[in-house]
């Protein structure tokens, strides 16, 4: 008996069927956006996952990446690292992270990252919303115009988008400090 496979109509009708189409993404296909002295290649909105994610492959400098200790408060994020060994600081502690490590930040917890070792690094980046790909967007082109950063800027538009550079009690004056505030 010959397989028939069914019609777009037929899959439409069908309940539960996808409300987007698949997507084939080539390597370097995607928009590329660069701040706080990474790039993140973003290569899934949220537009095109029915809601449910966003998806970039993040490029990080291990001399000029400066991510500011900050706070997602309407998204959770995931790291999958790729190359490299990060700092990453959550839950009120620094833990070493390398090749093959997933990260997951909840929305609400403080974190950041630095490279350790002298080698650049890459991660996937998943945010539940496209909150951060609009606000890191946004953020590359007040980085784009060169020079320092303008902060209020920065935590103006992080507002927007529901995201907080924040500085705990006791932090103000280590070397956590001077990596991380120098470039915001």
Same mark, same amino acid.
């Given at each position: %008996?010959?397989?028939?496979?069914?019609?777009?109509?037929?899959?439409?009708?069908?309940?539960?069927?996808?409300?987007?189409?698949?997507?084939?993404?080539?390597?370097?296909?995607?928009?590329?956006?660069?701040?706080?002295?990474?790039?993140?290649?973003?290569?899934?909105?949220?537009? *095109?996952?029915?809601?449910?994610?966003?998806?970039?492959?993040?490029?990080?400098?291990?001399?000029?990446?400066?991510?500011?200790? &900050?706070?997602?408060? +309407? *998204?959770?994020? %995931?790291?999958?690292?790729?190359?490299?060994? @990060?700092?990453?600081?959550? +839950?009120?502690?620094?833990?070493?992270?390398?090749?093959?490590?997933?990260? @997951?930040?909840?929305?609400?917890? !403080? &974190?950041?990252?630095?490279?350790?070792?002298?080698?650049?690094?890459? &991660?996937?980046?998943?945010?539940?919303?496209?909150?951060?790909?609009? @606000?890191?967007?946004?953020?590359?082109?007040?980085?784009?115009?060169?020079?320092?950063?303008?902060?209020?800027?920065?935590?103006?538009?992080?507002?927007? @988008?529901? !995201?907080?550079?924040?500085?705990?009690?006791? !932090?103000?004056?280590?070397?956590?400090?001077?990596? &991380?505030?120098?470039?915001?």
């Amino acid at each position: %008996m010959p397989t028939t496979i069914p019609s777009a109509a037929d899959w439409a009708a069908f309940a539960g069927a996808p409300t987007t189409a698949a997507r084939l993404i080539a390597p370097d296909d995607g928009e590329r956006v660069r701040a706080f002295g990474n790039e993140v290649l973003f290569k899934l909105a949220t537009g *095109e996952t029915s809601g449910a994610f966003s998806l970039g492959l993040s490029f990080v400098s291990a001399s000029d990446s400066a991510v500011p200790l &900050h706070v997602h408060d +309407n *998204e959770d994020e %995931m790291f999958i690292i790729v190359e490299g060994t @990060y700092r990453v600081f959550a +839950n009120g502690a620094w833990s070493d992270c390398g090749p093959g490590s997933a990260v @997951y930040f909840p929305r609400g917890v !403080m &974190h950041t990252f630095y490279l350790i070792g002298g080698q650049n690094g890459k &991660h996937w980046v998943l945010t539940t919303s496209n909150a951060f790909r609009d @606000y890191f967007t946004r953020a590359g082109e007040i980085f784009a115009a060169g020079g320092a950063p303008d902060r209020a800027r920065l935590a103006a538009l992080g507002a927007e @988008y529901g !995201m907080r550079f924040v500085q705990p009690d006791g !932090m103000g004056s280590d070397a956590f400090a001077a990596r &991380h505030d120098a470039t915001v």
